[in-house]
């Protein structure tokens, strides 16, 4: 799939003003970073994140615009700042803010998923439940992808916030608004005194030329 940078929705998630966010194509100069070796692609995927990442926090005032990498592969953002980086093989997107305006942020950018791929995800993230679950005009392929997503955003917000190493059946997606785009989600675990089983996260969601763009936060 080739997108032209210009055709790239300027605002994929739905944040609050307070977060700047960004997604660019992986590699401008390419159709598309899908068909480079699975090496050189990871390398490029990271990369493409990196710099991203430096734009949004030069452009937020931070002086270092440089994201470290953790011992677990998680970036290490700048002191006062915080951030989430999400790709797939041909998108690259960035949300970042301010630690003192926002408390926890995890985006997620997935294109929509084959039926191999569906499959696959029905069988190791979807809990009983969530079968039944009313998506509205939503087919099979985009609820399974939102569902995916939605888990993904939900771990890349709250491990940073609890360092809980959440498993996609430990939050259950309960109502999807798609006049509002945004979903419940309820965690069945416990994780910390403040977030414990029966807690309600909302994630917000958008979709544009073939992907589904999640981003659930947590202010101050």
Known sequence: MSLDQAALPQSPFALPPAILQRVRRITPDLPGAGGLPPRERRQTEFQAGRDLAAALLAEAGSSITQVGVAPDRAPVWPDGYIGSISHSRVL??????????????????????????????????MRPEERDVDTGALTRAQFVTLLFSAKEAFYKCMHPLTRVEFDFTDVSITRIDPSR????????RAA?????????????????????????????
């Open 192 to 220: 910390t005194p403040e977030f414990g089983p029966g807690h309600v996260f909302h994630c917000g969601y958008r979709s544009a030329h073939g992907h589904v763009y999640t981003a659930l936060t947590l202010g101050r």
């Open 92 to 125: 690259v997107a960035v949300a970042v803010a301010r630690r003192q305006d926002v408390r926890a942020l995890g985006i997620d950018i997935e294109a929509l998923a084959t039926e191999r791929e569906v499959e696959a995800i029905e069988s190791v993230c």
């Open 181 to 188: 785009q945004r979903l419940e989600m309820r965690l069945l």
